[in-house]
């Protein structure tokens, strides 16, 4: 089994360029995640999806936008990049809400916006 | 505001001795507290789940602890081996849909 998978691995955008990252789990597990990591900072919540068709903002959602497709993909959009908004992200998925079960993550996307 | 505090940004250590992490939390009573290794390049791997009823959990080398009236957890790695060089992460529950993760301990074990 795959796991979580992240597409792209990396990615350099410019000050205003929009992208989508993709992310899909193989694991039939409803409650899906956006974190972000920064030098220093734990892992923050951007978006989350704790069941199909339901969406809900985390700690740092400004700027971002999410889309669960369907139970196995949960996307994430960057409308207008912005420098700040350089770091990794990372997918995670989990069974059901976090209370009960640990977090699978995705080994990441890279994104560098100059 | 609600505060993570992992105790130090890195820790030495001589393979065979033990490890001790600390997480600290402040300003919140998380019901359960989560601990995650993460390699370079690699997303967090789940480690274990401690939840405010039990003071302690144990998985072969790993042992955690949760004490709520010191709002602190310590995990430890026994007989320590150089593959256990790592950053840990700990992540006290802050709501049902939301884990709030510390900034991480990167462990170093040499032989």
């Not at chain 1, 919540?45 to 369907?70: H, Q």
């Not at chain 2, 791997?45 to 009823?53: G, K, P, S, T, Y």
């Not at chain 2, 939301?98 to 170093?108: K, P, V």
Request: charged share 20%.
């Amino acid at each position: 089994n795959a796991g979580v998978t992240q597409t792209p691995k990396f990615q350099v955008l410019k000050t205003g360029q929009s992208m989508t990252l993709q992310c899909a789990q193989d694991m039939n597990h409803n409650s899906m995640y956006w974190y972000r990591q920064d030098p220093g900072m734990g892992l923050r919540l951007i978006y989350y999806s704790a069941s199909e068709g339901t969406t809900d903002k985390g700690e740092v959602p400004n700027g971002y936008n999410v889309s669960r497709l369907n139970k196995r993909e949960f996307s994430l959009r960057l409308e207008s990049a912005a420098p700040s908004q350089t770091s990794v992200y990372f997918c995670a998925s989990s069974e059901m809400a976090v209370y009960n079960s640990p977090l699978h993550f995705g080994n990441g996307t890279r994104l560098t916006v100059t | 505001s609600q505060k993570i505090e992992q105790n130090s940004e890195a820790l030495n250590i001589q393979e065979g001795k033990t490890a001790t992490l600390t997480c600290n939390y402040t300003n919140y009573s998380p019901a359960y507290l989560q601990w995650y290794r993460q390699d370079p390049g690699r997303g967090p791997v789940f480690l274990l789940l401690i939840r405010e009823n039990e003071k302690e959990k144990r998985k072969e080398r790993l042992k955690v602890t949760f004490d709520t009236t010191l709002k602190q957890s310590l995990f430890h790695i026994t007989a320590s081996q150089p593959a256990d060089s790592a950053t840990y992460l700990c992540a006290p529950e802050y709501n049902n849909n939301d884990m709030r993760f510390g900034a991480g301990t990167r462990l170093t074990v040499k032989p």
